[in-house]
Nanobody, 119 residues
């Protein structure tokens, strides 16, 4: 499985972005998909994941929505009401089996897409 993240950019606080993660292979519901982010000087952190259900980091709950379109082999992260603290490189990841919040549990990673939110 190869992953390609896109959709990042420079926005102002309060605006929205939608990230996409296209996969080269078929990522059926047997794959859990996750979004993570990494800000400069910080560790990679969990943002959201999805399989048959979804979960979110507390910092993004109510603002971000993860979804998937298995027919298009694509996972999305809709980000609304963005804040400067959301600035980071965002990565999508895939693993077979259950959802996880730990980056080390994921076997496949995309290259990352930069999201910058100005105040």
């Amino acid at each position: 499985v190869q992953l390609q993240a896109s959709g990042g950019g420079l926005v102002k606080a309060g605006e929205s972005l939608r990230l996409s993660c296209a996969t080269s292979g078929r990522t059926s519901s047997s794959y859990a998909m996750g979004w993570f982010r990494q800000a400069p000087g910080k560790e990679r952190e969990f943002v959201a994941n999805i399989n048959l259900a979804t979960s979110y980091a507390d910092s993004v709950k109510g603002r971000f929505t993860i979804s998937r379109d298995n027919a298009k082999n694509t996972v999305y992260l809709q980000m609304n009401n963005l804040k400067p603290e959301d600035t980071a490189v965002y990565f999508c990841a895939a693993r077979v089996g259950l959802r996880s919040v730990r980056p080390s549990d994921y076997d496949h990673w995309g290259q990352g897409t930069q999201v910058t939110v100005s105040s």
